[in-house]
């Protein structure tokens, strides 16, 4: 049976109600004279998005106040629109994900204005609110930083490919498939950053997260992406085992080219007597 989507209609309207609901908060914030800046961040400050994208919005407070935000994040975004359901779990948090009734959702991130510095992650950024240009600079300075691997970015890599490797066959070996399917996801995904790297593109998902690496979104080209779809499997010890083994030669590969990208050691002969003690 095929998937028959009856949601459609709305999904549609999606980019109308997200104007709505940051029109919204806008209208509120801008209002406190306690909210000094405020950036929109995401897919739809970069250009990027589609109808399912959410709204990530970063509130820049006087830092005296800056707790009472925290403590109120969830009655100040229930301004902004008829909220279903929140998934914020811890109180203390800067941020609060708002479900809303209309199939939107937003982010919405408080921080005082001296935890707002040029960096990569900010590049691309669009600042929506600024009366005393506070954090228009900094977006400014961001949108010139270039991304290039380091030596501790690849090490960090090269150490959390071998642990999932060897996670992997441990969780196949006590028959814990969905965890064994879980290590073999991150495998995939570290390969996946792994090729950003390789390009010099900085992945602004963050680890572990899958959104924009597949799709029209995706930066990949049809060679990575048939290369991905390859490895997919279902709950069957031999295929999960097989699978990581036919992704080997990849990490190989990528391991010596980000290693003499970054001037380190490869390390091969040493890696490759890590992995066959699980292959």
Not at 96 to 125: A, C, M, N, Q, R
Not at 144 to 155: F, G, M, N, R, T
Not at 194 to 217: C, N, T
Not at 247 to 258: D, F, G, M, V
Request: net charge negative; glycine share 4%.
């Amino acid at each position: 049976m095929g998937f028959a989507n009856k949601h459609l209609e709305r999904d549609l309207s999606l980019p109308k109600y997200r104007e709505a609901h940051l029109k919204s908060a806008l209208n509120d914030l801008t209002s406190d004279p306690n909210v000094l800046a405020i950036y929109k961040a995401g897919s739809l400050a970069r250009g990027n998005y589609d109808n399912y994208s959410d709204i990530d919005l970063h509130i820049i407070v006087t830092l005296d106040k800056k707790a009472d935000f925290i403590k109120a994040k969830r009655n100040r975004a229930a301004n902004w629109g008829n909220v279903l359901f929140y998934e914020d779990f811890n109180p203390a948090s800067p941020v609060v994900v708002t479900h809303y009734d209309s199939f939107v959702k937003i982010d919405s991130w408080y921080h005082s204005p001296e935890e707002v510095i040029p960096s990569i992650w900010l590049k691309g950024y669009k600042v929506l609110y600024d009366p005393s240009n506070i954090i228009s600079e900094v977006i400014n300075e961001s949108s010139y930083k270039i991304y290039q691997p380091s030596a501790d970015e690849v090490e960090f890599w090269r150490g959390k490919l071998l642990a999932f490797i060897h996670e992997t066959y441990r969780a196949v070996m006590r028959g814990e498939i969905f965890y064994a399917l879980s290590n073999l996801d991150r495998v995939r995904w570290l390969v996946v950053s792994g090729w950003y790297m390789e390009m010099e593109q900085h992945l602004d998902s963050p680890y572990g997260v899958w959104s924009k690496i597949e799709g029209e979104r995706s930066r990949l080209d049809h060679g990575q992406l048939s290369l991905l779809e390859s490895w997919e499997c279902g709950r069957n010890r031999e295929k999960i085992m097989k699978t990581i083994n036919g992704i080997i030669p990849e990490i190989i590969r990528l391991n010596k080219h980000l290693s003499k990208q970054v001037n380190i050691e490869h390390n091969e002969d040493h890696i490759k007597r890590i992995i066959d003690m699980v292959i």
